[in-house]
């Protein structure tokens, strides 16, 4: 084991978007990563954080910018993909430490675009789909989204929605009441 059993990191990511089909030769690509530590055993979100992300096959349309705030100009001072899983992978110990994301979107845009890029995927197999958790704990019959699911727990939502580090965030809020009630898968 890691040693910190009790470290739980949260990860959201926003992706390039268009409000229709993407342009021709163009993919959705990550564009920011946000990450929140959470101490499990503490019951408390101990850090944030936000790494930018250059996009390679794609660029930041007016939609995209309208839904998370980035700009085309903002990203393109990112780092480069594989850089940014680098960095996960030793600065936020993503390959030691379990994680999660509000349903499976994050997790299967980090496969995909590290399987295109030959990038090493940054993260271990021990990923929670926190959606579900919630669903099952709440006894809902469908999945919300993020936000709806701080009305249904009664917590508000803090920053700016659709924003990588602010959603990481807010879904951290989400897992500690999971955790406070006893629903939180394995904790």
Request: overall charge neutral; glycine content about 10%; charged content about 25%.
């Amino acid at each position: 084991m890691d040693g910190s059993p009790h470290l739980l990191n949260v990860v959201d990511v926003e992706a390039t978007c268009w409000e229709k089909q993407p342009p021709p030769g163009q993919v959705s690509e990550i564009i920011e990563i946000g990450l929140t530590v959470v101490d499990l055993r503490a019951g408390e979100r101990v850090a944030k954080h936000r790494i930018l992300v250059r996009p390679a096959r794609s660029e930041v349309s007016p939609f995209c910018t309208e839904l998370t705030g980035l700009t085309p100009a903002e990203v393109a001072g990112g780092l480069p993909f594989r850089e940014a899983c680098r960095t996960l992978a030793v600065r936020h110990r993503t390959a030691e430490l379990s994680w999660a994301s509000w349903g499976d979107y994050d997790r299967n845009q980090f496969t995909r675009q590290c399987r295109h890029t030959g990038t090493e995927y940054p993260f271990t197999g021990r990923h929670t789909n926190a959606k579900v958790a919630f669903t099952a704990a709440h006894g809902l019959r469908r999945r919300p989204g993020m936000a709806q699911a701080l009305e249904v727990a009664g917590l508000p939502l803090e920053g700016r929605h659709h924003r990588g580090d602010d959603d990481a965030w807010n879904i951290a809020a989400l897992v500690l009441d999971l955790v406070k009630r006893g629903a939180w898968p394995g904790g």
